[in-house]
């Protein structure tokens, strides 16, 4: 069965794609079983699932991708099988869009100071209702004449290092943990966002933790510890060196290891559906963490 359990829809603020295009996105990529992982929201769950119903050959998890963190350590926990009717998951948008809103002047300010001074009533423009992400301030810059000659820019417009993915490579560059413009927000701690998901029903798997944990691979078996079920092992951000470490970790523990794109459309235009590093290696330990999370 191939699998995408990672995926943005518009509802994230940094997503592009409706759930009809993604549900088409599926079909066209031979994808059989996926997941909506919106950041800190479900509302795109209800659509999916009555499409993946209509759609032949299309079975859904409901999913959503939490913010928090841990020891100091930003990171998302995905979590599957949520209730997603559950009033807490729209408290949480609630809660963390403002926080966000509240660092937007901030995140304006330490820009500034970088040289590139952004005005937020154009941010805001763009943002169209919702809230600005990281990559939309790099979006904006780049469409703005006044910014064509701005050297810190340069290596995102075409023909720059950076250039590949300008909008999230800019996110990684500025607005990252402990890059200039990055301003802490004040998320759930892991163990709350684990408590919130086992709490409505779900199973939490760490999303991409060799990204949030670069280096220091081996703190991931604390999170195992501490209450989540699995790791998500295949996805664009691992080496095989990192999917070797977190599948055996997965095996070693019996934990779920699962499978996803982080699929966002314009923001990633270098990762497709159904894309990840080659999962044959381990292809029966996947099928049977797939199998427990289809219901």
């Given at each position: 069965?191939?699998?995408?359990?990672?995926?943005h829809s518009h509802f994230?603020?940094?997503?592009?794609?409706?759930?009809?295009?993604?549900?088409?996105?599926?079909?066209?990529?031979?994808?059989?079983?996926?997941?909506?992982?919106?950041?800190?929201?479900?509302?795109?769950?209800?659509?999916?699932?009555?499409?993946?119903?209509d759609t032949e050959g299309?079975?859904?998890?409901?999913?959503?991708?939490?913010?928090?963190?841990?020891?100091?350590?930003?990171?998302?926990?995905?979590?599957?099988?949520?209730?997603?009717?559950?009033?807490?998951?729209?408290?949480?948008?609630?809660?963390?869009?403002?926080?966000?809103?509240?660092?937007?002047?901030?995140?304006?300010d330490k820009l500034a100071?970088?040289?590139?001074?952004?005005?937020?009533?154009?941010?805001?423009?763009?943002?169209?209702?919702?809230?600005?992400?990281?990559?939309?301030?790099?979006?904006?810059?780049?469409?703005?004449?006044?910014?064509?000659?701005?050297?810190?820019?340069?290596?995102?417009?075409?023909?720059?290092?950076?250039?590949?993915?300008?909008?999230?490579?800019?996110?990684?560059?500025?607005?990252?943990?402990?890059?200039?413009?990055?301003?802490?927000?004040?998320?759930?701690?892991?163990?709350?966002?684990?408590?919130?998901?086992?709490?409505?029903?779900?199973?939490?798997?760490?999303?991409?933790?060799?990204?949030?944990?670069?280096?220091?691979?081996?703190?991931?078996?604390?999170?195992?510890?501490?209450?989540?079920?699995?790791?998500?092992?295949?996805?664009?951000?691992?080496?095989?060196?990192?999917?070797?470490?977190?599948?055996?970790?997965?095996?070693?523990?019996?934990?779920?290891?699962?499978?996803?794109?982080?699929?966002?459309?314009?923001?990633?235009?270098?990762?497709?559906?159904?894309?990840?590093?080659?999962?044959?290696?381990?292809?029966?330990?996947?099928?049977?963490?797939?199998?427990?999370?289809?219901?």
């Amino acid at each position: 069965m191939k699998a995408d359990l990672h995926i943005h829809s518009h509802f994230s603020n940094d997503g592009e794609k409706s759930i009809s295009e993604i549900v088409q996105l599926c079909r066209e990529s031979q994808v059989e079983l996926f997941s909506i992982t919106d950041h800190n929201c479900v509302r795109g769950n209800q659509e999916a699932a009555r499409l993946a119903a209509d759609t032949e050959g299309l079975l859904f998890v409901p999913g959503i991708e939490i913010d928090c963190h841990y020891r100091g350590t930003d990171l998302h926990l995905l979590g599957f099988n949520i209730d997603w009717t559950a009033s807490d998951f729209t408290e949480l948008e609630k809660a963390v869009d403002q926080k966000y809103m509240d660092a937007i002047p901030d995140m304006i300010d330490k820009l500034a100071s970088e040289g590139m001074p952004i005005d937020q009533e154009e941010l805001m423009a763009k943002s169209s209702g919702k809230v600005p992400s990281a990559e939309l301030f790099a979006e904006v810059m780049l469409a703005n004449p006044a910014f064509q000659n701005n050297g810190k820019l340069r290596p995102y417009m075409p023909g720059g290092q950076r250039s590949d993915m300008p909008l999230v490579n800019f996110y990684l560059d500025y607005f990252a943990q402990g890059k200039p413009a990055y301003v802490p927000i004040e998320h759930l701690s892991f163990s709350d966002a684990i408590a919130l998901v086992r709490e409505h029903g779900g199973v939490p798997v760490i999303a991409h933790p060799g990204l949030n944990f670069k280096g220091r691979e081996q703190e991931v078996e604390e999170l195992l510890d501490l209450g989540a079920a699995g790791l998500e092992v295949f996805n664009n951000y691992h080496d095989q060196k990192q999917v070797a470490y977190f599948a055996g970790l997965t095996r070693q523990r019996k934990s779920i290891m699962t499978c996803g794109s982080d699929f966002h459309g314009k923001i990633k235009p270098l990762i497709s559906m159904g894309q990840y590093l080659p999962t044959q290696d381990y292809k029966t330990e996947l099928s049977n963490s797939l199998r427990q999370l289809v219901r």
